[in-house]
Nanobody, 122 residues
Framework: QLVESGGGLVQAGGSLRLSCAAS????????MGWFRQAPGKEREFVAS????????YYADSVKGRFTISRDKAKNTGYLQMNSLKPEDTAVYYC?????????????????WGQGTQVLVSS
């Protein structure tokens, strides 16, 4: 089970840190990723991280502003979001799986959280 937290309302230019807590099994050997879905749009890839944490991959739209990380001891993943823009407004989902970490495809992931809302005001 994956549970996201840390979403909320923030002004443009602000920051939020999302967390993804895994329970029920160890996700330390899984690739972890973050996706988002804005109203009326399809779910899109945001960032992913390898099982070791040594490899990260970002969508061009968030590169340089967002940072994905994980704490294997805590079985938790994170998404630090800085310089937020109104277009970052979406429900953010974390995911885990055995797929390729350097991929933007949702098919790489078998487990999904319920999502946390991020709202960026202008």
């Amino acid at each position: 089970q994956l549970v996201e937290s840390g979403g909320g309302l923030v002004q443009a230019g602000g920051s939020l840190r999302l967390s993804c807590a895994a329970s029920g099994r160890s996700f330390s050997v899984y690739v972890m990723g973050w996706f988002r879905q804005a109203p009326g749009k399809e779910r899109e890839f945001v960032a992913s991280i390898s099982w070791s944490g040594g490899g990260t991959y970002y969508a061009d739209s968030v590169k340089g502003r967002f940072t994905i990380s994980r704490d294997k001891a805590k079985n938790t993943g994170y998404l630090q979001m800085n310089s937020l823009k109104p277009e970052d407004t979406a429900v953010y989902y974390c995911a885990a799986g055995y797929g390729r970490w350097r991929s933007a495809s949702a098919n790489e992931y078998a487990y999904w959280g319920q999502g946390t809302q991020v709202l960026v005001s202008s």
